[in-house]
DNA sequence: AGATAAATTTAAAAGGTTTTAGATTTTTGG
DNA sequence: CCAAAAATCTAAAACCTTTTAAATTTATCT
């Protein structure tokens, strides 16, 4: 069965393509086709059951109305959230989505976004990006297609995004914890630590630190390789319960580490030590609801940073944006 | 700035933008290329940084290289890990995937469907269907199109699918209960409760009791909706603790009942009641490596949906397969 | 060298829409 | 009833590839 086109249509109701095709695309008024041959087209056509080639319309007019979304890893619940969200954004608007990862990989990013770009022509792109810096993305070839950072922000780089306020949350939840009276809180970062969200986080601990009249102590913050998160968490617990400085809270960056302490702090070894020590982690999981252990942490509203995202790429594809817009969420603490 | 075209190329190069054409599709030596011509033309493209536009692509073959994606909710840790799989495999061999969500929604899948066939042009289609029966599917419009179900089976289709062993792994696990001295295992399974991979546990659950010589009791199969699942898992598991038989283990048929059950064992009226039965739970989850409690489960190979069902497709694209294929992955038991 | 065969290369058509510029029909005014 | 204006409608071009069928160039053989 031969896929139905203009020409069919054209034929059966004696009206040209040209007519078919504008009344279709909602055009029919404003080249002054008549109200009743209008009628006329969009029923034969919805009898007919005719939709348009896809190839061919965006051959035509440049637009493939398909959203790219490029993320560190689409299987980590945050980002296939915003995903679900973003989703549900653009079906409504007759827009798709495609989704890829990086795996927290530089090169796959470019490879990504220039296939993207250049050979699957998406119509804008939302980038939770993997760079240290913004040199790619200013490359004068992506000038002309929109762009809208995610999560992330690049240094020195005016464009468009949607973020939380790490630093703000991260205030706040060191700012609780040291007023419950834990003065020496330790801090599990993650590496690659040059991703705005964890030096914001960061910055935020040591400042909420200072603010308290208390002193950072760099060697209190430890670095948790991504791809060896369980081993190093568990080092970095062991190297802080053998210090002579006592540990009243240890708070973890991100959920993936928070997760890890957690599993780590049931081994035989840690468990009593460990028991008095307050956890607090940025970014709220269910996991904290189920466990006995009190979990101290900062929730985010991640559905709307896809909600976000999606509205102002939309806006931006439909140059319906005057300046670039820059969204923070703010954060909520959450204690138990 | 314009973008290149294959007449720029053409020009530049002083071939013609046939040869060029047949050079980058790899068709030089079907066509009679000479080895020289090639080579000049492969480097003067790489240089002058030339792509094909993929619309008068795809308008001119038919193929758009996009792989549709399916499933109730892509925001669900199960899906994700598919999805990112999928994609995976799909980027490795130039195509591309788009993801959908249904939302468990009947009309919503139609929706999807006939927009990725028909308007998006997807090449092939995987799907973890919410409907009770293929109707939809067998419906000669879609019989030119690729699909490949994944998860979930549709009744008396013969169609290519990958799906996990839902059967034998239900078996297993309750066998390993009743082996371990629990007489009286309830069971919570899932509304709509029509969806195969929930059904065949149900059975591999009731024919286990049976193949050791004990009672099915239908009161101890409790339906829980997915929209109102924590209150619908609280309110059966008063029932079940008020109850005058004694129950030895409870067994959940998928992670977001296992979840519920446990965020309710939280609570003080059943804290104490429950505290002797074993829980168990199709599906493992990170989750039962943190918790005190020992959860028995089945755990399913996600990743391999995803390889399994990616690979399948682009066989059913590119013609390579002779007979549908049937793909049933085995799951494996975790004792704690 | 001339005719034929083999090796390279290319012009033109096809794919199905949207849009521009222009044609045709209908209405209006005198 | 005719000319001009307004209202409808349409032919053809454009979008940029890939593929078919044919042309041109080079090699081979007598």
């Given at each position: ?9 054209s034929k059966q ?236 809270a240890i708070y ?85």
């Amino acid at each position: 069965m031969k896929r139905l086109q203009l020409e069919d249509i054209s034929k059966q109701l004696g009206y040209s393509k040209t007519l078919i095709s504008m009344v279709l695309n909602g055009k029919g008024n404003q080249y002054g086709i008549s109200k009743k041959t209008q009628e006329a087209v969009l029923k034969a056509v919805a009898e007919l059951d005719y939709t348009p080639n896809k190839f061919a319309r965006a051959l035509r007019t440049g637009k493939s109305f398909f959203v790219g979304l490029i993320v560190a890893d689409i299987s980590n619940p945050f980002y296939s959230t915003i995903a679900k969200n973003i989703e549900a954004v653009l079906f409504e608007q007759g827009y798709n989505l495609m989704v890829c990862s990086t795996g927290e990989n530089e090169e796959h990013e470019k490879r990504l976004v220039e296939m993207m770009v250049n050979q699957q022509g998406v119509d804008g792109l939302i980038v939770a990006s993997t760079f240290k810096n913004a040199d790619f993305y200013t490359n004068s070839r992506y000038a002309n297609t929109p762009f809208v950072f995610i999560d992330r922000v690049l240094p020195l780089f005016n464009a468009n995004y949607v973020v939380i306020d790490n630093y703000g949350g991260s205030i706040e939840i060191v700012n609780h914890l040291i007023k419950q009276n834990c003065k020496t809180v330790a801090c599990f970062s993650i590496t690659p630590s040059y991703i705005s969200t964890i030096e914001d986080r960061i910055n935020g601990y040591k400042d909420a630190i200072i603010k308290n009249k208390l002193k950072v102590d760099e060697s209190l913050i430890k670095q948790i390789r991504f791809d060896t998160i369980q081993k190093d968490v568990e080092q970095s617990l062991n190297e802080l319960l053998k210090s002579t400085t006592a540990i009243d809270a240890i708070y973890c960056l991100n959920n993936n580490i928070t997760t890890a302490l957690l599993i780590a702090l049931r081994k035989k070894e840690f468990e009593k030590l460990a028991s008095k020590i307050k956890i607090a982690s940025f970014d709220d999981i269910d996991l904290f609801n189920i466990i006995d252990r009190k979990i101290i942490s900062v929730s985010q509203p991640i559905e709307d940073i896809g909600k976000n995202s999606s509205l102002l790429i939309l806006d931006v594809i439909n140059g319906k944006q005057t300046n670039k817009s820059n969204v923070v969420l703010s954060t909520k603490l959450i204690e138990r």
